[in-house]
């Protein structure tokens, strides 16, 4: 359908992709949007490569996301980004974290973690680098990179107009409230208004 | 207002309105989150039961004692579970009975991508298809009315897509229903011979009913747009087709999908010009369709193997792609899913990798990880218990054939209890001489944690009896027994070297817990918090990837320095790495 958006988030299992679609899938809902969110349990979850969809609009159809699909891809990981980048729009926009995790075969040293993939993927589409990892560090937890990104995510989608700040409040433990709240302004932050997709 | 679920949930969810009194399970992904949601209801009765047969058996035995009652399982727990399944089409139900059957296709999390439609066709068992969560809620109510009011089993076939994606539901009140009377009735819930002979001529005719309500029910509606291309489709491939075809196909949304609603079809089929038959997996609609006379497209077309999407039925039906972004893809490094920082399998298949001229049987669980490299400790999966049964089988060949090859069987404490049990007393039994490990890690880890016989806690987290593995390993017959540390290096490497110089079988139980488990009290009183975290001092190390082939996900080895580091985030000090070292570079942190 030709006015469904489409979300894709991407990383490596235990990076909390998880959190942000329950928060971005709860707050879209709260905005009156029709709303399909799938993601994949069971094995991939061991340190491999996991991604979580999240369509909304005022019908959708398919919980998935096809290849050339999505608005914007949001990668958790620096690598997961090119392995995803053949389902992102040629018009789309690519939120990448600059965090490298490197994988089974880079650990053993049997293969290179790839080279230049940023710049790489600046030539191909519209891309906002985040540093989310240093991000979280500042704020005093490297977990809230999480919603660092989901920060960066919303304004670039420019759906400022939902109340994250209450959808984080009741999505997380208390004491852990204010932490995620900073770490979603600094996301925020990180994408000039400009660069908000009309 | 409405309510994002996953399809497990609006299954559970719907359980509760449905009135169910008694729902029982075997983990297995997709359908494990069924039964953690149902267990939130304190109305209904639900069970972890050792295993899929015994899920649906204990089921039945509520159903016939009056009560509604849900079994759910993936879809090789069916196979488990197919004796009881079978029969159950046969005599059908005093309460309400229906069975959840979770498949995979695309192979997300399985062994294989077996079509469990089929097995309702041959179980002569009513079957529904959801297409998204308000209808997983909607029809298990329905499945209750119609198990009741035909006297059947109904099955509800469920996939992956399904199970794990989250759309909206309207939630509704739960309905209690009283339980039934239960009154002695042999020729119906006792399946001798001559009662079953008679069950099948029943059967029979409640198929034909049940084929005359398919074709009334509004469970498979039409939709009409254009009547140049139709679409019969079920399940989430219906929402794919939606996706695909907009409102330029009418579409034929097959909802209760055996017995098939065929007259229906075929008044349909007469009205549009090209008629495509749109499912994931086998053409289990489109065979009897076309058996029935009418003309279709189907696998002709849409593929037979791995899950579908949008695109591929695009591509499939108007052979157009979308654009995307040209790059390398090759630069992408594989990301494969491996055993966890401090998995105490990791330490136990570490010193089994080394034993030559062996063949190891594995099993289902997070250990099948321990076939992969570096490890490779891993020579056959088939299927749940099956490790120790094949270990039995090849050694007895391998003897026959006069090789002296070892043969050593590994299975999870959760998958012993699962049907490992009955294939360790085929091996003491028939004089068999295998090695049997029982890596047993305190919980059934791969599906996210689920209580089993050995934990001490319920489904719903009461306590429960302990069962220990030792104690039925004895008693089943084997007198070699060991219980180890799979951390503690050497004293893995005695037990297998034990093991290797026995003539009779043995059993070795590698006990540790999971290092993502949250300890119980009973954790933490055997083994204590496991704490700390090794580093590498860089000065010691030699840069020979002892540490390395480990496949610990928390070392990384520096290339340019050639030394190995340790991510002390990831690291839970576990200290495999430091036994394996040969110069003592690795240390155990403050």
Redesign the interface.
Known sequence: ?KNTKNILLVG??GQGTILVSKIL??GL?EAGY????????????????VSTQVRYGEK?????I????ADILVSFET??T??W??????EGIVVINDYEI????????K????EG?IE?IQE??ETRVIKAGDIAEEIGN?KVMNVVLLGALVKSMNLMDIDWEEVIKASVKEEFVDMNIKAFRAGVECVAYEEVKS | MKKLMTGNEAIARGAFEAGIHYAAAYPGTPSTEILENIARFKEIIAEWAPNEKVAVESAVGACYAGARTLAAMKHVGLNVAADPFFTMGYTGVNGGMVLISADDPGLHSSQNEQDNRYYAKMAKVAMLEPSNSQECKDMVIKAMEISEKYDVLVMIRMTTRLCHSKSLVEEGERKEVPIKPYVKNQPKYNVSPANAKQLHLVVEKKLDELRKFSNETDLNYIEWNDKKIGVISAGVAYQYAKEVFGENASYFKVGFTFPLPIEKIRKFAQEVETLYVIEELEPFMEEQIKAAGISCIGKERIPITWELNPDIVKRAIFGTENDTIEYDRSLVAGRPPTLCAGCPHRAFYYQLSKKKDTMITGDIGCYTLGGAPPLNAMDTVVCMGASVSMAHGAKKVFEMNNDKKRVVATIGDSTFFHSGMTSLLDVVFNNGNTITCILDNRITAMTGHQDNPGTGYTLQGEDAKIVEIEPIVKALGIKHVRTINPLNQKETKEALDWAYSLDEPSVIISRYPCALKKYTKYDLEEFGPLEGYCYVDQDLCIGCKKCVSTGCPAIHFLKPIKKSSINKVQCVGCELCLQVCPVKAIKVGE
């Open positions: 359908m490596v299992g899938s709860t809902v029709d709303v399909k969110m799938s993601e994949i349990h069971g094995m991939a979850q061991r340190g491999g490569s959708v159809y398919s919980p998935i096809g290849l050339g699909e690598m997961e090119l392995r980048l053949d389902h992102l729009k040629p490197p994988s089974a075969p880079i650990l053993m040293g293969v290179e973690y790839p993939i790489m191909k589409a490297p």
